[in-house]
């Protein structure tokens, strides 16, 4: 394969990591807080966040390039900030794959919480354990499983992404050019047989990963977490 379709790769890899890696870190609190809570508000935060599985990628890639650019809202706070613009750049790309992905992370996480021994975490807090450690020792093992599935789900979702990141990140061979961009620029150029090349390696990675997702299933219904 030629070098751009190895630092589109590349970048595509990096881009899937450093994704997954906020989507943990802002899914876990906030699955925990909608598998809690009976406010009515959980329901609406709980709508918005579902909103990438409905709404067509050009959509969410459109209003987000509007906000990005240099006389949106946070297009104008990150030329403030750094004296460049935010559309078409490496960081639009993360900011829009997190959002577009968020569902796929979110709910298989918000699902083990809703399915945890509730009475194994009352039965710490009456021996005295804090809420952070009964959390950290007892809760987030639990629902390990979960997040299991839902990192895969997010890396995976974030490598096959195309319409959003097409939208806010342009085409930037080594900056912005993922590797479903690639596919689309070897297809107008009448390079098929390295588009199959790259959708044959995604097509192998796609099965994989729903290999995974089902073997970790089977592996926990079968009594592995014991």
Known sequence: MSESVVLAFSLTLKLAFITTVILLIIAIPLAW??????????????????LPL???????????LISFGEQGML?????????????????????????YSLPFVLQPIHVAFEQLDYETVEAAHSLGASRRKTFWRIILPQARQGIMV?????????????GVVLM???????????????IYEAVESLEFGLAHQISMSLLIFSFLVLLGVYAVNRH???GGHS
């Open 54 to 64: 409905v709404l067509p990628p050009t959509v969410l890639g459109f209003y987000l």
């Open 75 to 99: 297009g104008q706070l990150w030329m403030n900030l750094f004296g460049q613009t935010l559309a078409f750049t490496f960081t639009a790309l993360v900011i829009a794959s997190v959002l």
């Open 150 to 162: 839902a990192s895969i789900l997010g890396f995976a979702h974030t490598v096959g992404e195309f």
């Open 33 to 50: 807080w909608l598998a809690r809570s009976r406010h009515w508000s959980a329901l609406i935060v709980e709508s918005v966040c579902a």
């Open 220 to 222: 926990w219904k079968l």
């Open 168 to 182: 806010v990140g342009g085409n930037l061979p080594g900056e912005t050019q993922v590797i479903s961009i690639a």
